[in-house]
């Protein structure tokens, strides 16, 4: 199975910042990386797939991006809504696997 | 669109089983090809398992095989997730999703979970 470890496992920041979250892949995944977001009690939303392709409807603050084995999500201006839970899942082979999440706080 | 809305929290015995539905509207399940996540209490997201349209068949986890079966019943739009001699690991939210794309496949949308908590 294809590991999947993002960094940090959870970081604090403010309204306005611009954020960063890594998810390296244990083998090349080609660009076959997704991104979603989880907040509290709910289900997960997709925001990119295909690495850096952003889901319609998502804002433009998020971005993608990374091939092979190394992949960033970014947040250019944080956001109080976007404070959550955000999981990468690589869907290259099965069994398809998930980060084990990258929990962003209020600083 | 697609949504999808799940059957209600459940309490089990260790040992027993539990089916948990999935029901489809503004598609047809045919159209579709459903897969189940599970998340225990404060953890992350597990793949259980799913339907693959190339294959026509349903893959499971091998963490799971033998002690799940994934379902549908296409005269309502229902898929269901059936998960048997049950442990308190297996406490968790168990969330069915869409899987999309031929290329870059994703889940997306995802039903609004259900609470499964084992004890006894």
């Known amino acids: 199975d294809i590991q999947m470890t993002q960094s940090p496992s959870s970081l604090s920041a403010s309204v306005g910042d611009r954020v960063t979250i890594t998810c390296r892949a244990s083998q090349s995944i080609r660009s076959d990386l997704n991104w979603y977001q989880q907040k509290p009690g709910k289900a997960p939303k997709l925001l990119i797939y295909?690495?850096?392709i952003l889901l319609s409807g998502v804002p433009s603050r998020f971005s993608g991006s990374g091939s092979g084995t190394d992949f960033t999500l970014t947040i250019s201006s944080l956001q109080p809504e976007d404070f959550a839970t955000y999981y990468c899942q690589q869907s290259y082979s099965s069994p398809c696997t998930f980060g084990q999440g990258t929990k962003v706080e209020i600083k | 669109q697609v949504q999808l809305v799940q059957s209600g929290a459940e309490v089990k015995k260790p040992g027993a089983s539990v089916k948990v539905s999935c029901k489809v509207s503004?598609?047809?399940?045919?159209?579709?090809?459903m897969h189940w996540v599970r998340q225990a209490p404060g953890k992350g997201l597990e793949w259980m398992g799913g339907?693959?349209?190339?294959?026509?068949?349903?893959i499971y986890a091998q963490k799971f095989q033998g002690r799940v079966t994934m379902t549908e019943d296409t005269s309502t739009d229902t898929a269901y997730m059936e998960l048997s001699s049950l442990r308190s690991e297996d406490t968790a939210v168990y969330y069915c999703?869409?899987?999309?794309?031929?290329?870059?496949?994703?889940?997306?949308?995802w039903g609004q979970g259900t609470l499964v908590t084992v004890s006894s």
């Open positions: 295909g690495a850096s």
């Open positions: 999703a869409t899987y999309r794309g031929a290329i870059y496949g994703r889940f997306d949308p």
């Open positions: 503004g598609y047809t399940l045919t159209e579709l090809s």
């Open positions: 339907f693959d349209p190339e294959d026509g068949e349903t």
